[in-house]
C-alpha cells in the first residue's frame, strides 16, 4: 500500500524550532520529487518547499527562506523540514506530498500524486 506518513507537528513559541517528517512507504523516493505544503485557516493551501528526486533542485517559497530547511534521506525514502525562527503567521496544517512529474516549481497541489495526512503546527506568540 502507497503511503505518506507525516509527523513532526505541535505547539511551540514564537521563535521557537520544530522538525516535520514525511516518509513514505510502498514507493521510493529515489523517483519522486516531495513538496512540503500548508494550509493555514480560511486560506488556499500552498507549497512552500519542494526538492527533486534527485535533490538536485529545491525550491522554497519567500515566506520561510532562511528559516526552513529541507533535507532528504533516500536511503529511507524520508524527507525533512528543519522549521526554526518560528512566527504565529506559520500556524498551518502542514502536508507532504509526492509526484513523480513535476512540470512547474512549485508544484501545484493538483500536480502531487500522494499525499500524507496533515500535521498541526501551531505557533504562539
Known amino acids: 500500500e502507497v503511503q505518506l506518513q507525516a509527523s513532526g507537528g505541535g505547539l511551540v513559541q514564537a521563535g521557537g524550532s520544530l522538525t516535520l517528517s514525511c516518509t513514505a512507504s510502498?514507493?521510493?523516493?529515489?523517483?519522486?520529487?516531495v513538496g512540503w505544503f500548508r494550509q493555514a485557516p480560511r486560506k488556499e493551501r500552498e507549497c512552500i518547499y519542494f526538492?527533486?528526486?534527485?535533490?538536485?533542485?529545491?525550491w522554497y517559497a519567500d515566506s520561510v527562506g532562511g528559516r526552513f530547511t529541507i533535507s532528504s534521506d533516500n536511503a529511507e525514502d524520508t524527507v525533512y523540514l528543519q522549521m526554526n525562527h518560528l512566527k504565529p503567521e506559520d500556524t498551518a496544517v502542514y502536508y507532504c506530498?509526492?509526484?513523480?512529474?513535476?512540470?512547474?516549481?512549485?508544484?501545484?497541489?493538483?500536480?502531487?500524486?500522494?499525499w500524507g495526512k496533515g500535521t498541526l503546527v501551531t505557533v504562539s506568540s
Open positions: 510502498g514507493f521510493t523516493f529515489d523517483d519522486y520529487g
Open positions: 506530498a509526492a509526484a513523480e512529474i513535476v512540470t512547474t516549481c512549485p508544484p501545484p497541489p493538483e500536480n502531487m500524486d500522494y
Open positions: 526538492i527533486s528526486n534527485t535533490g538536485t533542485v529545491t
